[in-house]
């Protein structure tokens, strides 16, 4: 099994993905051990001073002024995690609590967050024995990090609460750890504090986010090159040198993509052959590019913005390396929240030009010969029309979703807490938006390989049989009398889903970008 070694500085994107959805193994490294180690002395010399130390020896937020003495502050650490684990709703997926465990490992690994070794020793074996605490939806505000959310976890470390057990089965959190040899967790000063007050939940969502959409916009620049080919349309407006003047990098890989897929078709580029000309294609077609370029390039950026996230420390307080254990903001959501909406703004629209495409391949008015709604006796059969009334509103959802979660802002913890980034919010819409879209650009597939086929005597591009062929193969079937559609469409999904279309193509144009 492949083992995520977490030191002091950070961690990868691929790291998360591995440990969320791959179950990889988590190990300490020793400098990790070591800094936890030096951080905890600090944190044991401030409890032993009578000066008060915030999250130290006082209360959380608005209750930070009052002074707790050493014989309540296991009690106050314990109390921080119950209190705060007031999570309601549908539980979260298995993968994104792993990649917030994780994450919230990465950053206690750091040492500036003065929790001792072997706690972070527990989080680690927690991980490694399949153990996922119960998250609930709703409770997250995204400032002074995911509260709710990494409250559930820290539960389970205690022993208390419930978690899904290696086998899929939720039962009582104590009973799972003792299971497997784990021992839960006593906590001492700060360490409650330290477990719940990070950005881990929308980050770790926005990890994996980031890696499903790059798939996505590599299929919907496949699809987006099947439905030119399939309406006759030019491939001329992939020049690369028409790309150079506005260089904008997502651009110019979508126009390459497409361009790549289209090699050698011969349904492409006849305008001439019609009894009225096409100028020029719709926009739906000729500016793909520049619609799912600039997606790409929202991609970019926010991957920055997670490299800097992943290499960051997040807690509040946190103890510096001369010593000194100081207060801080770092915890606040808002440069994930805005890349969370950014992305689902970007995504909202690649679904909209793909349903637009779609449309066109059904009206025969504006499809260029194909028969209406590419039925097969039109009329009698209705063909893909109401594939596009599905595909219509998962589009108007998706618009829905892209109302950004990071405009507002509660005030909570009486007026202490008073704006907050709603990043939770953010990315838990963001997934929906990417579950949708990958729908939207299956219903476009379903389309495209069906009007292709329907195009007799011409022969369509390498790429473009690679991918029918590949999506036929895995239940999406061909033109032919109406039939109950459901089923079909959900075979695209999952051969889009899980980067069929991309891996049927690729063999033929060489890796896209």
């Known amino acids: 099994m492949h083992t995520v070694v977490v030191g002091t500085s950070g961690t990868t994107a691929e790291d998360v993905i591995a440990v969320a959805r791959g179950n990889a193994r988590v190990e300490l490294s020793g400098e990790a051990l070591e800094a936890l180690a030096r951080a905890r002395a600090i944190v044991d010399a401030l409890a032993a001073k009578p000066e008060p130390v915030y999250g130290v020896s006082t209360g959380f937020g608005a209750l930070a002024s009052r002074h707790i003495s050493p014989e309540l502050r296991g009690r106050l650490q314990r109390n921080i995690v119950r209190s705060h684990a007031a999570g309601m709703g549908p539980r979260v997926e298995r993968e994104v609590v792993r990649a917030l465990m994780f994450l919230r490992l990465k950053t206690v690994a750091s040492g500036h967050t003065g929790v001792r070794p072997s706690v972070a020793q527990t989080m680690a074996d927690v991980l490694n024995a399949g153990i996922t605490p119960v998250v609930h939806e709703y409770g997250s505000l995204?400032?002074?990090?995911?509260?709710?959310?990494?409250?559930?976890?820290?539960?389970?470390?205690?022993?208390?609460?419930?978690?899904?057990?290696?086998?899929?089965?939720?039962?009582?959190?104590?009973?799972?750890?003792?299971?497997?040899?784990?021992?839960?967790?006593?906590?001492?000063?700060?360490?409650?504090?330290?477990?719940?007050?990070?950005?881990?939940?929308?980050?770790?969502?926005?990890?994996?986010?980031?890696?499903?959409?790059?798939?996505?916009?590599?299929?919907?620049?496949i699809t987006a090159a099947l439905t030119l080919e399939a309406l006759l349309g030019t491939e001329k407006v992939l020049q690369p040198e028409l790309h150079a003047i506005r260089p904008h990098p997502g651009q110019g890989a979508s126009a390459a993509n497409m361009a790549a897929v289209l090699k050698g078709s011969g349904l492409t580029g006849h305008f001439q052959e019609e009894s009225a000309p096409r100028v020029q294609d719709a926009y739906s077609v000729r500016c793909a590019p520049?619609?799912?370029?600039?997606?790409?390039?929202?991609?970019?950026?926010a991957a920055m913005v997670a490299s800097r996230e992943l290499a960051a420390a997040v807690d509040n307080p946190v103890v510096l390396p001369d010593g000194r254990v100081e207060s801080n903001g770092n915890f606040h959501g808002a440069p994930v929240a805005y890349v969370l909406d950014f992305l689902a703004i970007a995504a909202a629209d690649l679904g909209s030009i793909a349903e637009r495409r779609t449309d066109r391949l059904l009206d025969k008015n504006r499809s260029h010969g194909l028969p209406?709604?590419?039925?097969?006796?039109?009329?009698?059969?209705?063909?893909?029309?109401?594939?596009?009334?599905?595909?219509?509103?998962?589009?108007?959802?998706?618009?829905?979703?892209?109302?950004?979660?990071?405009?507002?802002?509660?005030?909570?913890?009486?007026?202490?807490?008073?704006?907050?980034?709603?990043?939770?919010?953010?990315?838990?819409?963001?997934?929906?938006?990417?579950?949708?879209?990958?729908?939207?650009?299956?219903?476009?597939?379903?389309?495209?390989?069906?009007a292709i086929e329907l195009r007799h005597g011409l022969t369509p591009a390498p790429a473009s049989r690679a991918a029918i062929g590949a999506a036929r193969a895995a239940g999406v079937q061909g033109p032919g009398p109406d039939r109950f559609l459901a089923p079909d469409l959900a075979a695209a999904d999952a051969?889009?889903?899980?980067?069929?279309?991309?891996?049927?193509?690729?063999?033929?144009?060489?890796?896209?970008?």
């Not at 520049?290 to 950026?301: I, N, P, W």
């Not at 009486?414 to 299956?442: C, F």
């Not at 051969?495 to 970008?513: C, D």
């Open 372 to 450: 209406p709604f590419l039925a097969d006796d039109a009329g009698v059969d209705s063909g893909l029309m109401i594939a596009q009334y599905t595909q219509a509103a998962l589009v108007s959802e998706m618009k829905r979703l892209a109302v950004p979660a990071s405009a507002d802002s509660i005030p909570s913890s009486a007026m202490q807490e008073d704006h907050v980034s709603m990043g939770w919010s953010a990315a838990r819409k963001l997934r929906t938006a990417i579950d949708n879209l990958t729908r939207i650009i299956a219903i476009e597939l379903y389309a495209a390989t069906r």
């Open 142 to 221: 995204g400032c002074s990090g995911d509260l709710a959310p990494l409250s559930h976890c820290a539960l389970a470390l205690m022993g208390e609460g419930d978690a899904e057990g290696p086998d899929g089965t939720v039962r009582p959190a104590g009973e799972l750890l003792a299971e497997a040899g784990i021992e839960a967790v006593e906590l001492r000063e700060k360490e409650g504090l330290a477990l719940l007050n990070g950005t881990d939940g929308m980050l770790g969502m926005l990890i994996m986010a980031l890696a499903d959409l790059g798939t996505l916009y590599t299929s919907a620049d």
């Open 495 to 513: 051969f889009v889903r899980a980067g069929g279309l991309v891996a049927a193509v690729e063999p033929v144009t060489g890796p896209l970008a």
């Open 290 to 301: 520049q619609v799912a370029g600039a997606g790409r390039d929202t991609m970019a950026h």
